[in-house]
């Protein structure tokens, strides 16, 4: 499954796309629906490579908020994120062309592969560098 958005209208991109993967490697069967869309309405796209908490029982998704994890000072504050996973793609949420917000939103969690550091603010990457939970997730230049 790859991240959707149920809804109709028209959306345009106007920037370059930049590279967020430089591999994937392994992803959770299914992916799932995101439970915080809302969180991310305002600024119209939940980012690929973001950091969630994925429930695989449940096949729910909560993505992990940059000002939480910038917070996040000690070991324990950072293993309390549940950070196991970030998303495959950008989810668009941007309401142009009339569409509004969508109904639902999905995404694909990755839990093995090298992501491009340059993506996030410095002290975002430093704090995900000490996530325990995603060994197999690399930082590369």
Same mark, same amino acid.
């Given at each position: 499954?790859? @991240?959707?958005?149920?809804?109709?209208?028209? &959306?345009?991109?106007?920037? *370059?796309?930049?590279?967020?993967?430089?591999?994937?490697?392994? #992803?959770?069967?299914? @992916? @799932?629906?995101? #439970?915080?869309? !809302?969180?991310?309405?305002?600024?119209?796209?939940? *980012?690929?490579?973001?950091? &969630?908490? +994925?429930?695989?029982?449940?096949? !729910?998704?909560?993505?992990?908020? +940059?000002?939480?994890? !910038?917070?996040?000072?000690?070991?324990?504050?950072?293993?309390?994120?549940?950070?196991?996973? +970030?998303?495959?793609?950008?989810?668009?949420?941007? !309401?142009?062309? @009339?569409?509004? &917000? *969508?109904?639902?939103?999905?995404?694909?969690?990755?839990?093995?592969?090298?992501? +491009?550091?340059?993506?996030? *603010?410095?002290?975002?990457?430093? &704090?995900?560098?000490?996530?325990?939970?995603?060994?197999?997730?690399?930082?590369?230049?």
């Amino acid at each position: 499954m790859t @991240g959707n958005v149920f809804k109709k209208g028209v &959306v345009s991109f106007g920037s *370059p796309a930049k590279r967020v993967w430089r591999e994937i490697r392994h #992803r959770y069967p299914a @992916g @799932g629906t995101i #439970r915080n869309m !809302s969180d991310f309405v305002r600024d119209g796209i939940i *980012p690929s490579g973001s950091p &969630v908490a +994925y429930d695989a029982s449940t096949k !729910s998704i909560a993505v992990i908020k +940059y000002t939480d994890i !910038s917070a996040a000072s000690t070991a324990e504050a950072i293993a309390a994120l549940g950070i196991n996973g +970030y998303l495959q793609e950008d989810v668009v949420l941007d !309401s142009t062309g @009339g569409g509004g &917000v *969508p109904d639902a939103a999905t995404g694909t969690v990755v839990y093995a592969g090298e992501l +491009y550091e340059y993506m996030y *603010p410095a002290d975002v990457v430093a &704090v995900l560098k000490q996530v325990t939970t995603t060994p197999q997730i690399v930082f590369v230049q």
